[in-house]
């Protein structure tokens, strides 16, 4: 049930920002902004649940949990470059959008480094040699 609230609100500002960008297009963003970040803040808990979670998984997996930590960590870039690119969109700065998506990538790439060379040196390891 909380998909609909978040639905409903989402279309209640979509139709309020229609409205208000004919007169006052700053309103309109902003109203744009402050439901998204609404949206969010609604989300946090059920955000701090999944981490939760996955801890507890990796605990009871005896996965190491600097691993884990490292890829809640790119997913949480992900979804920040993703939002703020989507903000910045709906600014009509499609430029600026795609420098943030850009970055995020890389702050990705540079914190997967770590777990990518795990990843080889265990593939190495069971390879056999000749």
Known sequence: MQIIQIVGLGLVATFLALVIKEQKPNFAFLLVVFTGCVIFLYLVDQIYEIIRMIEKIAVNANVNLIYVETIMKIIGIAYIAEFGAQLTKD????????????????????????????IIETVIKMIPEF
């Open 91 to 118: 600014a009509g700065q499609g430029a600026i959008a795609s420098k943030i998506e850009l970055g995020g990538k890389i702050l990705i790439l540079t914190m997967a480094i770590p777990i990518l060379t795990v």
